[in-house]
């Protein structure tokens, strides 16, 4: 039997989603400025909240100690929470060991603290590679732990979502909170970097 491959009519993503939000809007099923206020809310879950927690944690022990027993109460003193926030857990480096976030299932991070999750994370191949062999995909994504560093992946859950705690670095004493939250990536809030003394801002 052939296949007819004209038959195969590719529309591309934008027009489906705007066709689709053409006919929820119509239908009253989403109301008119939905998708914008949502765009906005984006622009504003960005790592720098993240950051911004980590380097008040850093330098403010009654902080940090609210962080690490309820850091959704510390997320929302800085002003993040909400949709995607409702509930976060903080989770310490040492020394000896190394936390790592992964949403098995799909895409799940803390979006108020965190932004929202870059391509890598989403890949079936992080989502499934980490759990089996964590030492190793972190050091194809640039972070070389030694054998005495254990490594703990936390699987997240659209209810419970997850933030790393780093370690902060030497060289850094003295460093303002501005200057500190300047170190603090993404992938520091994820758990497959550390924060870098040569990266720092201001
Ligand atoms: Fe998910």
Known sequence: MSQDSSAIS???????????????????????????QWEETFDHWV????????????TDSTYRDLLLRDATSACRELGFGGPEGGF??????????????????CSCTAWPVLGLPPEWYKSFEYRSRVVRESRQVLRELGLDLPESVNIRVWDTTAETRYMVLPMRPKGTEGWSEAQLASIV?????????????????G
């Open 10 to 36: 590719f529309v591309p993503a934008q027009t489906q989603a705007r066709a689709l939000r053409e006919a929820l809007e119509n239908a009253g099923v989403m109301p008119k400025g939905y998708v914008e």
């Open 47 to 58: 790592p720098e909240n993240g950051a911004r927690i980590v380097a008040r944690a850093w």
């Open 88 to 105: 976060i857990v903080a989770l310490e480096n040492t020394g000896t060991l190394q936390n790592v976030i992964v949403c098995t299932l």
């Open 185 to 201: 990536t993404k992938d520091c809030l994820i758990g497959v970097a550390r924060p870098q003394v040569t990266h720092a801002k």
